[in-house]
């Protein structure tokens, strides 16, 4: 019988893995829709699928949903701050600073997460996981190209459909937010939102064990967000009628893929510490840089720092498991 340590773990590889899968489907539905349509049906599927799924979770149960305010909310904050918060940091600097430079900062989530953790969860790390995850985060820095390199970084963790909408993104919205002229600020502000909202799904699954439940409120509360904000809400009905539908179905297989890892993600916070369950979702380039390698004719360009980085990122993260 697998411990709870291994069990979360394993929901945390598959969520990673599904993370992983989605940014390569996503790099290619790019191709053929545009990003912030295509943002807007994933997470609109997010909400369809999940909600599905919780149907015929409680066709299938035997006992009933119990009704728990403080899980509801947390859940719902978790969405706001992953979901639409982060997201929305993440893709303003991208648009101001590059898509590099911006997802160097999600690097630091594992460690907002572990500070945040220790100071409302009180989570601790041993010295062994604390250095498996200095490790893993170094290798992450290698195997991310720097600012200014050719190739483009393949996003992390659920960022990856909902960061590669940036492109699309006018100027205008620049202008309307002058203050936010810090790399720094857009940066680190993304990176403690996803932090933030992964702290917020650890307290709401330990005290409200209902996983699909909790990923349909999360994704839920994001699409209202991001439905009341939208600057481009008369449009979208003539943006549908003349979408690619190939590229539209793609990015539906995408909604399915980030609220199926979502749910995984939420299951393994009932057993491991959200700085390690984080840390595992995070390294989705060491899956990516193989995966574009084989599919996409190594457009991402591997290189011998690439292979150094992803090994040191294994190794750290085997550390962090065999504790």
């Given amino acids: 019988m697998l411990t709870a340590a291994v069990t979360g773990e394993l929901f945390a590889a598959v969520a990673l893995l599904l993370f992983s899968v989605n940014i390569i ?21 997010n909400v369809l699928f999940a909600g599905l799924l919780f149907f015929i979770q409680l066709a299938w149960r035997e006992d009933r949903v119990l009704w728990h305010p403080e899980g509801f909310y947390l859940f719902v904050l978790a969405g706001a701050c992953s979901t639409y ?50 490790l893993a985060i170094g290798g ?9 390199a050719s190739s ?17 993104l006018s100027a205008a919205k620049n202008g309307s937010r002058r203050w936010l002229q810090s790399a720094w600020l857009l940066g680190v502000g993304s990176s403690f939102a996803y932090a933030l909202g992964n702290i917020f799904r650890g307290a709401a699954i330990r005290n409200w064990d209902e996983a699909l439940l909790g990923a349909l409120i999360g994704a839920s509360g994001g699409l209202v967000l991001h439905a009341l904000f939208s600057q481009d809400k008369k449009q979208l009905p003539g943006k549908f009628k003349n979408a690619d539908r190939r590229g539209m179905v ?19 916070l009932k057993y491991i510490p959200v700085s390690v369950a984080a840390l595992i ?43």
């Fill in 250 to 268: 793609l990015f539906a297989i995408s909604g399915v893929l980030t609220i199926s890892a979502q749910t995984c993600l939420i299951l393994s």
């Fill in 140 to 148: 992450l820095l290698l195997v991310i190209p720097v600012p200014g």
């Fill in 281 to 323: 979702t995070l390294c989705t380039p060491v899956l990516v840089f193989p995966m574009s390698y084989l599919l996409l004719k190594n457009s991402e360009k591997i290189t011998p720092p690439t292979l150094l980085g992803g090994a040191l990122t294994l190794t750290g993260v085997a550390l962090i498991l065999v504790t």
């Fill in 85 to 134: 918060l982060g997201r929305w940091f993440f893709l303003e600097s991208v648009v101001r600073f590059g898509p590099t430079r911006a997802s160097i900062f999600q690097i630091t989530s594992p460690l907002f997460a572990a500070l945040l953790a220790w100071a409302f969860l009180r989570e601790t790390l041993q010295p062994l996981e604390l250095a498996g995850m200095g």
């Fill in 152 to 168: 483009k970084l393949p996003l992390s963790e659920e960022v990856a459909a909902q960061g590669a909408e940036a492109a699309s």
């Fill in 25 to 45: 489907l996503t790099k290619i539905a790019a191709a053929r829709l545009n990003l912030n349509l295509g943002f807007l049906v994933s997470v609109s599927v």
